[in-house]
């Protein structure tokens, strides 16, 4: 059935009743019916009220093919609540205003480049910024040891972990490790077979030498190495070397008389 409807819209009550009169008695039927004539006349008025702006001489911009917009969801009008027979209703109306959004769609799509801009990472990573020599102070300590083959292992954060008693370990992490052939095969070999290596360390003192253990253990798939034994007694301990929560080192190896595995730990200033 088509719905006529008069230019001023005719009375709600007039709508009812030919509702009413077209469900027969059925109810469903009739919430159906109303709803159709409800919608039916809102798109004419809002057809109405386009063609007037029309004739208005409104310039309305259209959406560009492919733009910004059409990605968008379409903003709906506010819901109209009636009340039939003591009973609230809600029709939906959700005709899209796009008289209205052009501008703001355009404005959107000329934005987007700037939400895309890429902003630089403050927290720059440290080894990023490493030190590629080793101080002169610990060159002169190396020579005197009959040092040699001097390599970078890793620059590191100190971390909780590094400054625990219990642990007493400095922990050295493949992510942080700059050169894996700090190590030659055959300590490699030994390594592999979960025991230790005696090696000697220069603390960032400079005050004398520390025996440590070099052990690597097995960390899931990957591996860490540490450096143990007297770690926590003869390195943390000792305040001359200024070794606390968040400072930056750096672990170096050298060989002793080209022979033994020997380490310079320096901290870094600043």
């Known amino acids: 059935m088509k719905w006529r409807l008069n230019d001023d819209g005719g009375s709600f009550e007039r709508i009812l009743r030919e509702a009413e009169e077209a469900a027969y008695g059925d109810e ?13 006349q809102l798109v004419e008025k809002q057809l109405a009220q386009k ?79 490493v030190v590629a020599d080793v101080p002169e102070s610990f060159k002169n300590r190396i020579q005197e040891e009959n040092g040699t083959d001097l390599v970078l292992v890793m620059q590191k954060t100190i971390t909780e972990c590094d400054l625990r008693r219990n642990n007493n370990r400095l922990s050295i992490p493949p992510t942080k490790v700059r050169d894996d052939n700090f190590v030659n095969q055959k300590e490699k070999s030994i390594l592999n ?7 000697l360390m220069i603390p960032p003192s400079l005050k004398h030498i520390v025996p440590l253990t070099l052990k690597k253990w097995k960390m899931g798939d990957n591996y860490t190495y540490n450096l143990m034994k007297t770690w926590h ?3 943390v301990d000792d305040k001359d070397n200024g070794l606390e929560l968040g400072s930056e080192v750096q ?15 320096v901290k870094l200033e600043g």
């Not at 009636?82 to 355009?106: A, M, S």
């Not at 979960?194 to 090696?199: H, L, N």
């Open 193 to 199: 077979t979960k025991e230790g290596i005696e090696v």
């Open 233 to 235: 007694d003869l390195v």
């Open 51 to 129: 063609k007037k702006f029309d004739n208005l001489g409104f310039d309305i911009p259209k959406r560009r093919r492919g733009s910004v917009s059409e990605n968008l969801p379409s903003r709906r009008m506010p819901s109209l609540i009636l009340k039939i027979n003591n009973k609230k209703i809600t029709l939906k109306r959700c005709f899209d205003q796009t008289h209205d959004r052009g501008d703001k769609d355009d404005e959107k799509e000329i934005r987007q480049p700037r939400k895309q801009r890429k902003k630089g990472n403050k927290n720059v990573n440290q080894e990023e910024r």
């Open 251 to 265: 672990l170096w190896s050298f060989r002793k008389n080209n022979s033994d595995l020997c380490f310079a730990l």
């Open 28 to 40: 469903s039927l009739k919430m159906s019916s109303l709803t159709r004539i409800i919608v039916q």
